[in-house]
């Protein structure tokens, strides 16, 4: 497997549409999204995000190429913490053309989606946004506490303010 960019991804995108003739709006989460932020050391293999429309054909469509996709139709439930109300609202516009919209989420957003995971290198994306984009730490508390009201009670919640405060006390921006 070779590394993915965004301007891979979007010609594939752009092909699947042409052939298929199938409407594509996808909301990047993952490494490529931290290429389209301007981190284009950022490797990736995959394409991870929400997708509006039907997930299959494009999965597999990927697949054929060697691209493994990890898509869903609601990223706020691929974690005990939801992200913020109005992510999608927010979300910026990479591409969008005809048959096909990329989109990114807002920085702070992005912040909140990586803390939710909690891992070293999701830390460092975070970290790697945040100081791209001035985001902060009081940004990232305001949209971590949106998460949590709009979260179901668990003991995960009490994690996640902790890698909340964590992560606010070690950015310098």
């Known amino acids: 497997m070779s590394r993915l960019t965004t ?26 999204a931290l290429q389209a932020y301007g ?17 299959a054909p494009l999965v597999q469509f990927l697949a054929e190429r060697q691209v493994p996709a990890d898509l869903g139709e609601n990223i706020s439930g691929w974690s005990v ?3 913020p109300p109005g992510y999608r609202d927010r ?15 807002a920085p702070a957003d992005f912040i909140i989606a990586k803390l939710r995971r909690g891992t070293d290198l999701h830390l460092e994306d975070a970290a790697s946004v945040a100081k791209r984009f001035t985001v902060m730490a009081a940004a990232v508390k305001a949209a971590a506490d949106s998460a949590l009201a709009a979260s179901p009670q668990d003991t995960t919640l009490f994690a996640f303010r902790k890698a909340v405060d964590l992560f606010c006390g070690r950015i310098t921006l």
């Open 39 to 55: 981190d284009v050391d950022r490797a990736t293999q995959d394409v991870d995000g929400e997708l509006v429309g039907e997930l």
């Open 81 to 83: 913490v939801a992200m």
């Open 7 to 32: 301007d891979r991804l979007i010609a594939l995108l752009t092909e699947y549409v042409r052939k298929t003739g199938a409407t594509v709006d996808l909301l990047l989460v993952g490494g490529l």
């Open 91 to 105: 979300a910026c516009v990479l591409v969008e053309k005809p048959g096909l919209r990329v989109r990114l989420l």
